[in-house]
């Protein structure tokens, strides 16, 4: 398994004015053998004027560095938007230029008007199968995460892949965010790992929801415990666990550390690889 970072543990530093080529410098130096990019932004590059120009010139200095793009992540809501196949399929193209393997794309984020998550799923897997085939005419894997909170539980995704249907199409697992729907993470790795064309780790501290609503960057989960980001291996997310069901079955690609807790990044993010280096990573 290949240790990498997402350039989403770096959104608070590039909000300060860090460049994309900076994190990507900071990730080599604290020992990641890859760095993923969420949807990129012009801003935090050096004055390109196209996605593509910026993709492009950030493959060729991970590539002058010894960094690898192992996945591009995107944001996506085939339910509520217009035109949004031709959209990720050209965000299948940014892919391509950064040279990454795997494109995450979204599902949905609501669903006006339908009975359940059944009936969303029913509707949009035809799409996702149209991106999933277009990319793999590119050379790459599509996938979606478990995130969002409709679309959050080990058995919705399944159900969603499934539906789906396409040698092309798996599963982005990421081992904290079954917290957000209140499910069990070994539980949910267990279903998740046959799937898994890429994988996030990432912990966070967990209060019951019973408790007060505590103060400082905590969020609820779908059953309204509290949850808050933390460095990995400080939190609830039973880390070692998780990995070791993804190698039991077999999954020998990515593990993105992705930070979201109140600590300072860098620190964090160092923290973070000599954790899991202490897991034999």
């Not at 190698?247 to 964090?268: C, H, I, K, N, T």
Request: glycine share 12%; proline share 3%; hydrophobic share 40%.
């Amino acid at each position: 398994m290949k240790i990498g970072v997402s350039s989403y543990s770096f959104s608070r530093l590039l909000k300060q004015g860090m460049s994309y080529y900076e994190a990507c410098d900071q990730a080599r130096e604290m020992g990641y053998a890859g760095i993923e990019f969420i949807d990129l932004d012009l801003q935090h590059g050096r004055g390109e004027g196209a996605i593509e120009e910026l993709a492009g010139k950030l493959r060729a200095h991970c590539e002058d560095i010894g960094l690898a793009i192992p996945a591009y992540t995107v944001g996506a809501d085939f339910l509520n938007r217009e035109g949004e196949v031709a959209r990720v399929r050209g965000c299948a193209d940014i892919a391509k230029v950064l040279g990454a393997g795997v494109l995450r794309h979204d599902a949905f984020w609501s669903m006006p008007g339908l009975r359940d998550w059944r009936q969303a799923v029913s509707r949009i897997a035809p799409a996702i199968r149209e991106v999933a085939q277009y990319a793999q005419g590119l050379g790459l894997r599509t996938c979606t995460e478990n995130h969002g909170l409709i679309m959050q539980d080990a058995l919705r995704v399944e159900c969603m892949i499934n539906e789906v249907n396409h040698s092309n199409y798996g599963w982005l697992v990421d081992i904290g965010n079954f917290l957000c729907a209140d499910e069990d993470p070994a539980y949910a790795v267990g279903i998740a790992a046959p799937y898994a064309f890429h994988a996030h780790v990432k912990d966070f501290l967990v209060k019951p929801g019973a408790w007060d609503a505590p103060q400082g960057g905590w969020f609820r989960s779908r059953g309204g415990n509290h949850l808050r980001g933390t460095v990995i291996g400080d939190g609830a997310v039973p880390v070692r666990q998780c990995v070791g069901i993804l190698q039991r079955a077999a999954y020998d690609g990515w593990l993105s550390v992705e930070f979201e807790g109140a600590e300072e990044v860098l620190p964090a993010l160092t923290s973070a690889r000599k954790f899991l280096a202490g897991l034999g990573l």
